[in-house]
């Protein structure tokens, strides 16, 4: 059985000394699609889009993690999103692009902790010690896709489609509170 996931309601999912699962709050959430000379772009976004995936750029608020040779997520707060639209409307005529609002799809997961890495590896069949902290990455959790963003040595953010997330909230539970036990035996 799933847990039962609200896109609205943040709430901690599991939270263990080697482990800590919450869903966070949402956020705005804009898909790019874009080829060409990405300059007007950059000027209406005030950032550097980066073209090499796997990679992102942040100013202030507004982050763009590159997720295919022509693709981006945009995050931002949810009240920035239409601020953000109307700057990139405003670039159309100096490069055709495509924005779609992608807020109300997904929820995010944040996964922080000592055994943060570990967590990822009982879904994900990436290696999780070759991400570096910065990158993101689109791939598989169990079998949902989901997008995986490396913040720090321990802390993961993971981007899924709401229709995943229950499933996927479950397995981390699960596996939040196996790591727990394993480090009590071996404590």
Same mark, same amino acid.
């Given at each position: 059985?799933?847990?039962?996931?609200?896109?609205?309601?943040?709430?901690?999912?599991?939270?263990?000394?080697?482990?800590?699962? *919450?869903?966070?709050? !949402?956020?705005?959430?804009?898909?790019?699609?874009?080829? =060409? &000379?990405? #300059?007007?772009?950059?000027? %209406? $976004?005030?950032?550097?889009?980066?073209?090499?995936?796997?990679?992102?750029?942040?100013?202030?608020?507004?982050?763009? *993690?590159?997720?295919? !040779?022509?693709?981006?997520?945009?995050?931002?707060?949810? =009240? &920035?999103? #239409?601020?953000?639209?109307? %700057? $990139?409307?405003?670039?159309?005529?100096?490069?055709?692009?495509?924005?779609?609002?992608?807020?109300?799809?997904?929820?995010?997961?944040?996964?922080?902790?000592?055994?943060?890495?570990?967590?990822?590896?009982?879904?994900?069949?990436?290696?999780?010690?070759?991400?570096?902290?910065?990158?993101?990455?689109?791939?598989?959790?169990?079998?949902?896709?989901?997008?995986?963003?490396?913040?720090?040595?321990?802390?993961?953010?993971?981007?899924?489609?709401?229709?995943?997330?229950?499933?996927?909230?479950?397995?981390?539970?699960?596996?939040?509170?196996?790591?727990?036990?394993?480090?009590?035996?071996?404590?």
């Amino acid at each position: 059985m799933s847990i039962s996931i609200s896109p609205l309601n943040p709430t901690v999912i599991g939270d263990t000394a080697a482990v800590r699962v *919450a869903q966070m709050a !949402p956020v705005g959430r804009l898909s790019l699609r874009a080829r =060409g &000379d990405l #300059a007007a772009l950059n000027g %209406a $976004l005030g950032l550097t889009l980066p073209t090499k995936i796997g990679t992102r750029a942040t100013a202030g608020d507004l982050s763009a *993690a590159c997720l295919g !040779p022509d693709e981006w997520v945009l995050t931002m707060p949810e =009240g &920035d999103v #239409a601020g953000v639209e109307a %700057a $990139l409307a405003g670039a159309y005529d100096a490069l055709p692009h495509s924005v779609t609002n992608i807020s109300a799809r997904e929820v995010t997961f944040e996964i922080t902790g000592p055994m943060a890495e570990t967590l990822m590896t009982i879904g994900c069949p990436r290696d999780m010690a070759s991400m570096g902290e910065g990158a993101v990455r689109r791939t598989l959790f169990d079998t949902a896709t989901v997008v995986l963003w490396r913040d720090g040595a321990d802390a993961f953010r993971m981007d899924v489609w709401n229709s995943f997330a229950g499933f996927v909230a479950q397995t981390l539970e699960t596996g939040c509170r196996e790591l727990a036990a394993d480090m009590a035996r071996a404590g």
